[in-house]
């Protein structure tokens, strides 16, 4: 006979856990139908899986030609990118020969200069100071790419040197007339040299 206590007993609830699937708080995936993905396909069976699976290449060879289509973009994006890059720094480097270009004559000057031989010490003391001067921007113009072309006792190099005299039958450079100079490789004005047997002539080039 049940007592007053089993009544007040709940009656055994079902096994949530074991009704419910476990899906950790996310939605459970629903296989959508034909008719939702907008395909029809025939009754027969045979025939539906052999559409599904004509349907499924003419899908990945669309994915596969996309694909392709996307990296090519990228390609060209990145072409793109480096041809901007390197375009700027052509402009860059322009803009430095430019200004280069006009400070030649003042090393030039420098050079001249240089050369002149005197004994008087107020000559001599401002010398000293014209040497630092031209060290000071002759240091900031190679920082920038400038470059001394090589002449007495060089080959003669008809792309970096231009020839003023002969002496002799020679093919080395014996003597340097005006300094020739490169900017990050390029030649940006040759050097003037005299060329002709190293024995002819002692080798005389600018101060």
């Known amino acids: 006979m049940p007592t007053d206590h ?7 609830a079902p096994d949530a856990a074991a009704s ?15 008719e939702e993905l907008g395909i029809e396909l025939p009754d027969d069976r045979d025939e539906a899986f052999d559409e ?3 349907l499924l290449a003419d899908a990945r060879h669309e994915a596969a030609a996309e694909r392709d289509h996307a990296l090519r973009a ?3 994006l990145d072409n793109v990118r480096k041809r901007a890059l390197r375009e700027a720094a052509e402009v860059r480097q322009r803009a430095a020969e430019g200004v ?8 030039d000057s420098f050079d001249a200069g240089f050369a002149v031989d005197t004994d008087h010490p107020d000559a001599l003391a401002l010398a000293d100071g014209f040497r630092g001067v031209h060290a000071q921007l002759l240091g900031v113009l190679e920082a920038a790419g400038l470059a001394r072309i090589p002449t007495v006792g060089e080959p003669f190099d008809p792309a970096v040197h231009e020839a003023v005299s002969m002496v002799g039958d020679g093919d080395r450079v014996i003597a340097e007339m005006r300094r020739g100079y490169t900017l990050a490789g390029k030649v940006l004005r040759p050097a003037s040299v005299v060329v002709g047997d190293a024995e002819a002539a002692g080798g005389n080039e600018v101060a």
Not at 6 to 12: G, N, Q, R
Not at 20 to 34: M, S, V
């Open 74 to 76: 990228l390609a060209e």
């Open 6 to 12: 089993d009544a007040e007993l709940p009656a055994t």
């Open 100 to 107: 280069i270009t006009q400070l030649l004559p003042v090393l």
């Open 52 to 54: 599904l699976l004509r």
């Open 20 to 34: 419910e699937p476990d899906t950790h708080g996310e939605a459970p995936f629903l296989t959508p139908t034909p």
